[in-house]
Each structure stands twice: as C-alpha cells, then as structure tokens.
C-alpha cells in the first residue's frame, strides 16, 4: 500500500476550486504526475501581474541566497524580457514551452536531482485593477532511491520556495501599479 501524504497546504496553498479544476496548458506535458497549485490575489492589473512573471527569465524571485547564487532578484522591470518565443530560458533550469501573451506562461525542465517538472504561471484578472495568479505544477520524480525521496519532499519545499515568488511577485506588482497610478 503507498505512503499517504497530509498533502492538503503541501498541494493547495492559496488556489480556489474552480482554478484547481480548471485546465492549463502544462496538462498532458509530465506523465503520470504528483499535481501542484499555488495561488495568490495581487492588487494590480493583470498586464501588471503579467509583465512580472515575465521576469522569472531573468531570477526567481525567491529566497535567492538558495536559488539565485546570493544575488538579489530585481526589483525594477527588466527592459525586453516580455518578449516571448518558446524556447527561452526562465529562472535557470527550465526553459518556456508556451505562453498565451498576457494570460500565462508555462515551463518545463528536467534535472537528474527533481525529475521532469512542468508548470503554468496564469494570471487571471478579477477586476480593472485586481488579478489572481495560479501556478499549476506537475513533476514526475525519478526512480531511484534519491529521486523518491525528492519526489516525497518536493511538495514541502516548493510550498516554501513558491510561496516566496508569489508573494515577493505580489509585492513588487502591487508597488509597480501604485507607483504608475500615483505618476
């Protein structure tokens, strides 16, 4: 009989139901795959919202002393990054498979230590100046011992890493549209 993980916060942190059963375009890239949601309200546009995820080409936006080699994750928009093609490199390991301009972004990588991971980031707009941003993440973890045991803590440790980018995401989007409306 397979282990049973409390999953409930560890595979739905923040994520409404209707985002948890609607589709993404990451669906169908991660054979049978562990299914992750992330999810956060931003007090920004979703154009706003958007152009900063555009930014995980360039950091992650996390806790960088552990993802971004110490350096610092900007926080000013980087000229050019939300220009799209697929095939661009987004936060160092994973590289863009598709993107629908303005509504979302998804990425895959495959590394010996995490396995096959594919996710969409889509920003989804509640009003003229409110958004939602859902993160769908799927991984498929190898099958040797060590791959197991990334595949079982995966789940805790993205909540912690992920948690962070969206949040730290929401702060600087927030901030980017207060600064525009006040200019």
Known sequence: MPAVWPF?????????????????????????????FRAVAIDAPSPVVFRWICQLRVAPYSYDWVDNRGRRSPRQLTDGVDQLEVGLRFMTIFRLVSFEEGRSITVDSRTRLFGRVACTYRVIPVDVSRSRLVVKLLYSAPMSVRGRLMGWMLPAGDLVMMRKQLLTLKTLAEHHFLRSAVA
């Open 8 to 36: 409930s916060v560890f595979e739905s942190w923040g994520v409404l139901p209707h985002e948890r059963a609607a589709s993404y375009p990451c669906d169908g890239l991660v054979d049978r795959p562990v299914v992750l």
